[in-house]
């Protein structure tokens, strides 16, 4: 597996002017965000683009179209590595990226950046990197002190959502809120034609049950009013760009 890595790895190199240049091109109304074009996954099957937000369902969608694209449950690594980016894409397809359907998942902020905190400091590749936080509402103020002090920007797990986005909101075909996943992502199935079931979309896929935090049930025990008028201004231009209250 590691040469046919390399070999992906290599090719978007090359590939990178080429495919960014015609990106912009197919979209001459919508400013984009060239960083984030590394974020988009292509299915050519479906005519699907999907802009990965980290800690918004991405594994979960990367997963869930892998399994409808090849009708099967794979490990999220093999899921993710046969999963094509914008430089992956046959060459073909870069003259048609604009007849791909565009769609992105976005999250409230409040529960986006406790669900980083609880699911990431479980590993202790996190704590050497950023700092040993306790997994609970002291080591969650930590954390958001810790933010607030200038690692906002260190992780993307964490860091503002408008900065992994390709377009400003309002520029996508469709717009997932984490907060009614099942329910709009069978209605953009739906809308393109793609069989479902409905109990696939009820539950992330079990491959992935690992990263679940249940962050938005916890709400009430990690946030005080202090915290919570602290993520309101740390990441208060994802709030006003992504339309949650602060």
Known sequence: MRFPRLA?????VLIWPFAAAAFVRSFPDRPT??????????WPKFGLSYNKVKKNANTSVVLLLDHLQHEGEVSRRDAKWR????????????????????FIVIRDPYSRVLSAFLDKFRHEEFWSSYGDFPLDPDGFDSFLAWLKAGGLNKDPH???QIKLMVWPLEKYDTVIRFENFAAEMHALFESRNIQISAELLEDVLPSDHGKKTSAADQLDRFYTPARRQ???ELFRDDFDALGYRR
Request: no cysteine.
């Open 83 to 102: 999963t094509f980016g914008l430089f992956d894409v046959a060459l073909s397809e870069l003259g048609r990226l604009a007849q791909y359907h565009y």
């Open 8 to 12: 992906k790895q290599f090719r978007s």
């Open 33 to 42: 965000r060239l960083p984030a074009l590394r974020r988009l996954a292509y």
């Open 158 to 160: 964490w860091d503002l």
């Open 230 to 232: 602290l993520v309101a």
